[in-house]
Structure formats: C-alpha cells, structure tokens
C-alpha cells in the first residue's frame, strides 16, 4: 500500500531559524563540535526542500556545525567549510555556466559532494547515451544541438508511436518539458529550444506510467535506502515552464526485486566510472521490456528522506564519515 504525500506535509518554514538555533545548542552543549558542513540549496528553495530540515538536524546530531546556504549568495567564504553538500539548487539551469563555474570554484578550495566531475556529468541528459552503451535499460532518446540537425525524421518516426515527449538536454524541475501529439506543435517546441542556443531530446511518451507512476530509488554511500512512487507529470498534457519545479505527488513504495536489480546494476556502473557517490536516485518508468532509466539524479535531487525512518541519520553518518576521510586539521 502507498501512502501519498501532501504539499502541506512537506511544507518547512523558517529552516534557517532553525539550524542557527540548533548550532547555538550545539555550540554551547558539552559535546565538542569538529568540523562544519554546508549543505547548499537555492534562495527560491529555502523553506520548500523537503529534505532539509531532516537533513540539517540528523547533521547536527553527529557533532558537526552545519548550515544552510544558498549557492549565489556572494557573502559565503566556502572555504571555511570543510564539507559543501548540494541539495536543492534547483535554479541551476538558469543560469549554468555561472552555477558550473560555482562548481569549480568550490571544489578548488574545499571538499564539494557530489564531485564537480559528477555534477557536469549528470546535469546535461546526454549522459543517458552513455548509460545505454553500457548495456543498461534507457527510455529511447533522440538528441538534437542544432537546427541544422536531421531532427524532424526522427519527430514523425515517434509520433507514430504515439505522443512525443521534449525537453532541453539542461533543465531541472520539469521545465520546459512538453508532451506532443502532433509534428506541428513539437516542431514548434524543439524549434523554438533550438533557436535559443538550447540542445533539445525527444522521447516516446510511455503511457503505463500513467497506472504505474515512475518508481525512485533512493541509494545512499552506493547503499540502497528506499523507494518512492511519483505520479505522471505529464499524463494530463500539462507543461510546466518557468517555475522552479513541478508538484509531484509523491507515495512511498516497496521496489519489486527487477527494479532493484536495475538499480544496483546503474549504481555499480556508477561508481566504476567516479567512485562511490555521497547520494544518488535512479528513476525507472514501466518499459515494455520491465523497467526502464528515465533519469539518474546526481546533482540536486530530493531524496524524500522522511519516508525512511533512519534514511536522514544514515545520510548524516555518511557526510560524517566523509568529514573523517577529508578534514583539514
């Protein structure tokens, strides 16, 4: 049985007034503090990751000063931090060249997880070419970089398959993602991507999602954790453009053993290719073959901690442990 989620449950307010007040008690309890970590979100986020307040408290709970903190905020020294943990920067997209060259700044003076390899990896989808190379199960992707790009023949040999979907290869949060039914409106969509300097993807839209739901499996330390159901975002032809990220509903769910075994089998690959990795969410849809990659999760995604009951404190112990692998003394 799933249990759904509601926005009201998820809502935090005041998350900073929080973790302050918690680093005060810290601060001034008996137990020695012996590092500190930030944990990096969005201005638009602030009070609206779901994970955070979780986060920040079973962060505390390890002995470790610990802080919420947005990544364009210009006032950080992230140097005085001896471990930077994105989490919700969820405006990436926007302006990506500003956010990578974030990336690279931060890990030139301290210890960044996910790794700034990892995250220019995953933050451009033409990684899923390189997932399915290896032999792993990935939704059927078309890209296209340019408008000189032979991209109409693959549009009219998908919408005869039925609807199509369109996306940027560098988005988050569903935007700019459409589902087509016809050659005329996608043109237009991939068209107008395309003209923006956007390299544009194109997907067979999966219809048993719609029964189904998309399944998330949430790995931690290369270790799985937990699963989640998430309704179809698209199934009622709803675009999302614009906003920071799209309402979800959000179910707790028990993995079938083949969506596991996928999962282990990306996380595996994984690591091969950049070593064990801080977090991590493999999203399956329902294939005609079994289930099947609609996307990895490296960089910012919401992990859904409170439908774990220790899901956060192992999240903890993990940063903590890396805190004991990388502290500067």
């Known amino acids: 049985m799933t249990t759904p989620l509601t926005a009201v449950a998820w809502k935090i307010t005041n998350p900073s007034q929080k973790v302050n007040q918690v680093n005060q008690e810290v601060a001034q309890g008996p137990k020695e503090t012996w590092g500190s970590v930030a944990l990096v979100t969005c201005t638009e986020a602030l009070g609206f990751d779901y994970d955070m307040r979780l986060l920040l408290e079973a962060v505390t709970a390890q002995g470790l000063l610990v802080d919420e903190v947005s990544w364009d905020d210009d006032t950080i020294d992230w140097s005085s931090f001896d471990l930077v943990v994105i989490r919700s920067t969820w405006d990436y997209h926007r302006r990506y060249e500003e956010f990578m060259k974030w990336v690279s700044d931060v890990s030139s003076v301290t210890t960044l997880r996910n790794a700034q390899e990892v995250i220019r990896w995953n933050t451009d989808k033409h990684y899923l070419s390189e997932i399915e190379k290896s032999g792993l199960p990935v939704v059927p992707?078309?890209?296209?970089?340019?408008?000189?790009?032979?991209?109409?023949?693959?549009?009219?040999?998908?919408?005869?398959?039925?609807?199509?979907?369109?996306?940027?290869?560098?988005?988050?949060?569903?935007?700019?993602?459409?589902?087509?039914?016809?050659?005329?409106?996608?043109?237009?969509?991939?068209?107008?991507?395309?003209?923006?300097?956007?390299?544009?993807?194109?997907?067979?839209?999966?219809?048993?999602?719609?029964?189904?739901?998309?399944?998330?499996?949430?790995?931690?330390?290369?270790?799985?954790?937990?699963?989640?159901?998430?309704?179809?975002?698209?199934?009622?032809?709803?675009?999302?453009?614009?906003?920071?990220?799209?309402?979800?509903?959000?179910?707790?769910?028990?993995?079938?053993?083949?969506?596991?075994?996928?999962?282990?089998?990306?996380?595996?690959w994984l690591t091969q290719r950049f070593g064990k990795l801080l977090y991590a969410r493999v999203d399956l849809v329902p294939g005609s073959a079994g289930p099947t990659i609609m996307e990895i999760e490296l960089t910012e995604p919401s992990l859904y901690l409170a439908l774990h009951p220790v899901a956060a404190e192992h999240l903890a112990k993990n940063i903590s442990r890396e805190m004991s692998t990388n502290h500067r003394l």
Do not use: C
Not at 146 to 167: C, F, M, P, Q
Not at 202 to 207: A, C, G, H, K, S
Not at 227 to 233: D, N, R, S, T
């Open 141 to 268: 992707t078309a890209f296209a970089t340019s408008t000189t790009d032979n991209w109409l023949v693959e549009l009219e040999r998908l919408i005869l398959l039925g609807d199509v979907v369109v996306k940027p290869t560098i988005s988050a949060g569903s935007n700019d993602t459409e589902r087509h039914s016809s050659i005329e409106s996608a043109s237009i969509h991939i068209s107008s991507l395309l003209n923006a300097g956007r390299a544009v993807m194109l997907q067979p839209y999966l219809i048993d999602i719609e029964s189904q739901d998309e399944t998330g499996l949430v790995f931690l330390d290369g270790v799985y954790s937990h699963a989640f159901a998430k309704g179809a975002l698209l199934a009622s032809e709803k675009n999302m453009s614009g906003g920071l990220y799209a309402e979800e509903r959000i179910a707790s769910r028990e993995a079938t053993s083949e969506q596991l075994l996928i999962g282990e089998r990306t996380i595996n």
